[in-house]
């Protein structure tokens, strides 16, 4: 029984879908849907997050996947890695470039980004787990200038109704304070992605 075969029979003996298979081992469906076809093999611990959410012993799954990783497509494929890194790390950059949209569309730019994670047809458990965390970047970020901008407001309020009118905060230096933390943000993910192609390098 090949590795995708077993977690197969796994999920269905527990009564588990696709997608509740993915939400309990907190990766993507369209990596359980990969393994469980047998068109990828499972890094340690991807596998056992889906040993863990299937409440079943890591160890059942090695032998299984050690023979996976003994074919001949599977050394052709690790021959490929480092290209395949390296195209994913390029397009993480973009990814992450693409979220300076923010300068021109601040409250709804982190939409760029979804869709270009959406439209790449390859995909890499790190490229998405990676892409989904640059996302989530810029989701905190709008909601944390919207709650700042309201808790100015209410300052406001509060001041020109009950104190010094002279005291009111000026919008201008929220909004500037949270587009240069934006630009840190973006900036140290980008060094981030750099560094670590670069150590991958080292290792591969």
């Excluded at 889906?50 to 059942?60: D, G, H, K, Q, W």
Aim: hydrophobic share 45%; net charge positive.
């Amino acid at each position: 029984m090949s590795l995708g075969h077993k977690v197969v029979s796994a999920r269905k003996s527990k009564g588990l879908t696709q997608e509740q298979l993915a939400e309990r081992a907190t990766i993507t469906v369209r990596t359980i849907q990969r393994i469980e076809s047998d068109e990828s093999i499972p890094r340690d611990y991807t596998l056992k997050a889906i040993a863990s959410a299937l409440n079943m012993p890591f160890e059942e799954f090695i032998p299984v996947r050690s023979c996976l990783r003994n074919i001949n497509l599977s050394s052709h494929l690790q021959d490929h890695q480092p290209i395949r890194r390296d195209e994913n790390c390029h397009f993480l950059q973009l990814l992450n470039l693409s979220a300076f949209a923010y300068l021109v569309v601040p409250f709804i730019h982190f939409l760029i980004p979804i869709l270009l994670l959406k439209k790449r047809k390859e995909k890499d458990d790190t490229l998405q787990t990676t892409g989904q965390r640059i996302i989530r970047q810029q989701i905190y970020w709008t909601v944390c200038t919207h709650f700042l901008l309201f808790l100015t407001l209410v300052y406001n309020l509060i001041q020109a109704t009950w104190f010094d009118k002279s005291n009111l905060l000026n919008y201008i230096w929220i909004f500037a304070a949270m587009y240069i933390l934006n630009a840190l943000i973006i900036g140290t993910t980008a060094l981030k992605i750099r560094n670590y192609n670069r150590a991958s390098y080292i290792r591969g």
